[in-house]
């Protein structure tokens, strides 16, 4: 697929995507500082608030291929102003809904519904377009950090929001921050139409689907991710409340624990970008799952200790989300970008279904056996499985008749 002359430059678009997937994901990573006031305030269990946690991640995974496909079809711009919209909307129903189920569903679609259409899924198509077939696995790491970042730089923001003003008044700041910062980058995104080569126009998105979902590499990268999604979202949740029920009572070790994880994944993405269009990838992503499985092993194992914890934060936190680029450039190769959004956001659904039983495991394993020992060995199994699976992938580029990988 060839782009008019009118599409936005490789940085335009790296740095207004860096923008709102740092805003998207930055206030996302620090849902977990709410768990312990929301549920205090209104009298819940842990289980409701990961609950809604869990809807959350389930619907942002469900909306992920249609939010692509949209950014596939309209452009990204439109889909992007539309989630910061829906973004803005969920924080201010988290804010002043009290009724469990209407609080799980509400914040669960509003939430689910922002992110599907601000984070990788929606404005991968774009940067793939973008970029040059020699730079995308670097422009994926790019905006991985972008998002790390987020990360990074929010979760002492929020937590300090929570403190100074109350966790009410803090989701108003965070919506309005939103509102000013991230709707003014949807417009660097405005998309013209494509021009596309010949033959490439008839493929459909339906057999663009079709063709991934029959393809065993394709198949491969749904299952890692969904392993993805398990651990970090579990680890990102309930890492706070484990250390306070370990007796590190001190959130400020939560808090900079959360910010480490940003901080190296700052680092790792760029570095599993720049490492993607060199080595395999797919060896690179078995080895960031086996990794996994051994660090939180080893976290597990050692004297639970701040500086433990800071370790950990820190070695989770350079894998944490390298797998982003990785899995993006296998399906920009093996697929072309066309449908770029919509492939991504077909993988990011597994993804975001380990999160959600990542997520409302930890809380129900939690209310039943009184500890998260049994999530903590799942994460650890599952991480070695995704190690295995991500082997075999084939990462050559599919051969069409009359039609050519863009």
């Not at 987020?150 to 929570?162: H, K, N, R, S, T």
């Not at 590499?217 to 990102?236: D, E, K, M, R, T």
């Not at 007796?247 to 070790?253: D, I, L, R």
């Not at 996994?292 to 200790?305: E, G, K, M, N, Q």
Request: hydrophobic share 55%; proline share 5%; charged share 10%.
């Amino acid at each position: 697929m060839t782009p008019t002359k009118t599409l936005p430059d490789l940085k335009t678009v790296l740095l207004a995507s860096g923008v709102v997937l740092t805003l998207a994901m930055g206030v996302r990573h620090g849902f977990g500082f709410w768990m312990q006031p929301i549920s205090q305030a209104n009298g819940w269990s842990r289980e409701t608030y990961s609950l809604a946690m869990a809807v959350q991640n389930l619907m942002w995974g469900l909306f992920g291929p249609f939010a692509g496909m949209a950014a596939d079809r309209f452009g990204t711009m439109r889909v992007v102003l539309f989630g910061a919209l829906a973004y803005i909307a969920g924080l201010l129903w988290m804010a002043l809904v009290s009724q469990p189920t209407l609080f799980v569903i509400g914040s669960g679609v509003l939430i689910g519904l922002g992110l599907s259409c601000t984070a990788f899924g929606a404005v991968s198509g774009i940067i793939g377009r973008a970029a040059p077939p020699e730079k995308r696995s670097w422009a994926f790491g790019v905006s991985g950090a972008a998002s790390s970042f987020g990360q990074f730089m929010m979760m002492p923001v929020e937590q300090q929001l929570i403190s100074a003003v109350g966790w009410q008044q803090a989701f108003y700041l965070l919506a309005g921050l939103i509102f000013i910062a991230m709707i003014p980058m949807s417009f660097k995104l405005r998309e013209p139409a494509h021009e596309h080569a010949h033959g490439q126009q008839q493929q459909t998105t339906g057999e663009a689907l079709r063709e991934a979902l029959g393809n065993r590499s394709f198949l491969f990268l749904v299952a890692g991710y969904f392993v993805c999604g398990f651990q970090v979202v579990f680890i990102g949740v309930h890492l706070p409340a484990y250390l306070k029920d370990k007796g590190v009572a001190n959130p400020g070790v939560a808090v900079m624990a959360l910010a480490l994880i940003g901080l190296f994944n700052i680092f790792g993405s760029f570095t599993a970008g720049q490492l993607g269009g060199k080595l395999p990838k797919r060896y690179l992503l078995s080895f960031i799952y086996l990794a996994r499985s051994a660090i939180i092993s080893i976290f597990l194992l050692a004297p639970l200790t701040p500086m433990s914890v800071y370790l950990f934060a820190a070695a989770m936190g350079f894998i944490w989300l390298s797998t982003v680029p990785l899995t993006n450039g296998i399906i920009a190769g093996i697929f072309g970008v066309k449908h770029m959004s919509m492939l991504a956001g077909v993988v990011f659904f597994s993804h975001q279904i380990g999160s959600f039983l990542g997520v409302w495991l930890g809380g129900y394993l939690f209310d039943q056996r009184g500890n998260y020992d049994l999530v903590w060995g799942i994460a650890i199994v599952l991480g070695i499985l995704a190690g295995l699976v991500n082997l075999p992938i084939n990462e050559r580029p599919l051969l069409r008749p009359m039609l050519k990988a863009a």
